[in-house]
């Protein structure tokens, strides 16, 4: 299956996009060769290699954030590493990119083909991995991706989010069982930047792949964003690129954790911004500068995340701490929340017969409660808490 696959061919590039390409091929080795390491990390008895840019004269005792940027389908870490050009920004900005390297050059997205690995699980012990290295600021770890990575990336935010403050995904998407399954357990920053024209990730969405609009109502839904996003022009600054940008953002959004689109009128299966042209690629931002500008609003939390319920097949609650309102995730075709006092009082009730319940909790004083959901798929509970 050829599905997400990189590949730098002439066909697909001008002959000015060819010498471009080299120059800067040849440019990027002679700055970032010495400054980017390679590093392998053992995961279920399997040897993995990463490719870590660290900016100049890093000092562990000093915590700077770290960005995963994960490659597409049939890529490796080394082209992710020069097609992004995420270098650049963060040694301006002064933030570590770790560039893993799939089994398989895939990552595992629940797709019947391509990888089977514990990714997520690798993801999580590289995590530690590098933070005891290099000091990195364990609430400030965010995770990006191309295509493939961007799938990934979106699978970190439904079950790493205790660890990933945020997420963004470049011609990626969820797969449509993946958005079924997904509990994410709280509000997680989400960016999305996709092209209408994309023809291996289909905007309108495949038997692989959900569409982009659908993908963007799942996690408006799930952090708690006003229905209507906020849309601006995004500056047409290279009018001979044959796109335009329309930026969306959900914005009312539980902790602020905001959903962002950027839809490429016309833009390919591309990442904007990068000096290497496979297809109709934007010009007018940088995706690169783009996510990072997303990520840097954000912080991992206290909030409840993923390990909020002891059994999640029964449903999902979400702000927590909460305030005037709570929104429950609910998998079953019916279910019911308990909400007790500490004093072991039931002080609140509701049936919950849709995919997202939100109730009303205005008339509860601050405090702690304990939730208690159960539905025909199972039984929940957690510790809650009213600002």
Known sequence: MKYFLLKFTIKNISMKGII???LSFISFNMLYAQATSI???????????????LPANHNKNIPIPLVFNFHGFGSNANQQEFYSFMN???????????????????????????STADDVGFTSKLID?????????????????????????????????????????VTGSMVPAAISDCKPGKPVPVLEIHGTADATVDYNGSAIAASIP???????????????PVKVLVPNSVTTDNTTTEKYTYVNCNQQKEVIHYKVLGGGHTW????????????????????????????????????????????????????????????????????????????????????YNEVNAVMLPPGLYLGFIESA?????IKLSKL
């Not at 590093?39 to 008895?45: E, I, K, N, P, R």
């Not at 659908?214 to 209507?228: E, I, L, P, R, Y």
């Open 39 to 53: 590093g392998t990390l053992v995961h279920d008895g399997v040897t993995r290699e990463y490719r870590l840019r």
């Open 377 to 381: 798929t199972g039984k929940s509970f």
């Open 214 to 228: 659908s993908v963007m109502a799942f996690w408006q839904k799930n952090n708690g964003c006003d229905d209507t």
């Open 88 to 114: 650049s920004v963060a040694d301006t900005a002064r933030f570590a990119v770790c560039y893993p390297e799939g089994i398989q050059n895939a990552w595992n997205v629940g797709w019947d083909f391509g």
């Open 272 to 355: 904007p911004g990068s000096i290497i042209e496979i297809g109709t690629t934007s010009k007018d931002f940088s995706a690169s500068g783009v996510i990072w500008d997303f990520f840097k609003k954000y912080k991992l939390d206290t909030t409840t995340g993923i390990n909020a319920l002891n059994d999640d097949t029964a449903g999902s609650i979400f702000p927590n701490p909460f305030d005037e309102q709570i929104v429950i995730r609910n998998p079953g075709d019916e279910a019911r929340l308990v909400i007790y006092n500490t004093q072991g009082k039931i002080v609140l009730s509701q049936t919950l017969d849709a995919a």
């Open 129 to 169: 991995e590098l933070i005891d290295k290099y000091g990195f600021d364990k609430n400030r770890v965010y995770a990006c991706g191309m295509s493939n990575g961007g799938f990934f990336s979106y699978q970190l935010a439904c079950k790493l989010n205790n660890r990933i403050a945020a997420v963004a995904s």
């Open 20 to 22: 471009i390409s080299i």
